[in-house]
């Protein structure tokens, strides 16, 4: 039971500092401090952040809410295009994807072959039995 208080208790804390931290109105000096870091961090906006940099770590660095940091860069910056490090992360994905499409499309047509395969040789073997059933009647008419 105890258990469950504290886990309320955590849980409604969080939350509170959400509302807070939401509440939290941006002064002029908050918006030049974050318009600063960002002119720092923000490469342009053609590759966005530099190197290690996102929304997230700018507020975490300067704690403030992540909205203000959105909020800044997105009038004064451009979009949150990522750093390097993320291009290169969904850059590697979508290779890796490919290669996973290419492999199971590579199966599947294997699929398709085995069973082409598999039909054929039942058709021969039913052909074979067919002959061995004809040349054992005329063994039989030959003795």
Do not use: C, H
């Not at 992540?66 to 979009?79: K, Q, S, T």
């Not at 492999?103 to 072959?113: F, K, T």
């Amino acid at each position: 039971m105890a258990n469950k208080k504290e886990m309320l208790n955590s849980t409604s804390s969080s939350a509170l500092q959400v509302m807070q931290e939401n509440a939290r109105v941006m002064t002029r000096e908050d918006r030049r401090i974050v318009f600063e870091k960002l002119n720092e961090v923000y490469v342009s906006d053609k590759v966005g952040y530099d190197k290690g940099w996102t929304d997230e770590k700018v507020a975490t660095d300067l704690g403030v809410p992540r909205a203000w940091v959105r909020l800044i860069r997105e009038e004064n910056f451009g979009d949150e295009v990522g750093n390097e490090d993320i291009r290169k992360s969904l850059e590697e994905g979508q290779t890796l994807i490919g290669e996973i499409k290419k492999i199971r499309e590579g199966w599947l047509a294997d699929q398709a072959s085995i069973r082409e395969i598999d039909e054929s040789m039942r058709r021969l073997v039913s052909i074979g039995e067919k002959v061995e059933r004809q040349l054992a009647e005329i063994q039989k008419v030959l003795k």
